[in-house]
């Protein structure tokens, strides 16, 4: 048996080991479970916040309408697509952004279409305060591209989406063909560890919590 042989039969006997040793029982977490609402959406936010993503809570439909503003003040926003869910045609957004200016392209344009866009409106289906992360569903009227694609993501929350634990959130789309989890703006680091953000995803990531 050569060197080689003998390191690979090492790590093979040690992985071996490691599958039939027990879970020590310290090491099991029990599953997280929600606290007081208001609380946990303060938490969500903030983990949001640290992520680099623009996180805020949006009160009334006045208020709505004064946010798309400056956000497309802000982010020099001339394209827009977004979900065609029954949730984000109630809040009249596309009407808002055609007031502005604001061209909407269909979710269901080709990809380059939808990549030119500077704008992707999503709804958020779960979410977890104790990382900021987004959970979205890949259906007919939620396309995954319009959170992937567009250079601003902007995904509307309602505080019923909230889910304390990750196992709780896999028990519901164990079903589902395609689940896109965003943790803040798209992240990249080289060899050199040169943070590039945007490069595989959104630069910018904007939650409103609408109450």
């Known amino acids: 048996m050569n060197s080689r042989d003998r390191i690979l039969n090492s790590i093979r006997t040690t992985f ?13 977490l029990a599953p997280r479970v929600l606290g007081d609402m208001n609380a946990e959406i303060d938490r969500l936010l903030a983990e949001i916040e640290k992520l680099s993503g623009v996180a805020r809570r ?26 065609e869910t029954s949730e984000l045609k109630e809040l009249e957004i596309a009407e808002m952004l055609t007031a502005l200016g604001v061209e909407i392209v269909l979710q269901d344009a080709d990809r380059r279409a939808i990549a030119a866009c500077d704008l992707g409106i999503t709804g958020v289906d ?8 987004l959970v979205l569903r890949t259906t007919s009227a939620q396309s995954r591209l319009v959170s992937l694609l567009p250079r601003v993501h902007l995904a509307i929350l309602r505080p019923s989406a909230l889910r304390g634990d990750l196992h709780d959130v ?19 680091t080289d060899i050199e560890k040169v943070l590039t953000i945007g490069v595989h995803g959104p630069k910018a990531l904007y939650v409103w919590c609408v109450d």
């Open 58 to 83: 949006i009160a009334n439909q006045n208020e709505l309408r004064i946010a798309i503003g400056e956000l497309v003040e802000k982010e020099k926003i001339k394209k827009a697509t977004a979900w």
């Open 126 to 133: 779960f979410a977890l305060p104790e990382t900021g992360t």
């Open 16 to 28: 071996a080991s490691a599958a039939r040793a027990p879970l020590n029982t310290t090491a099991r």
């Open 170 to 188: 896999f028990a519901e789309v164990k079903h589902d063909q395609r689940t896109v989890l965003i943790t803040g703006p798209s992240r990249t």
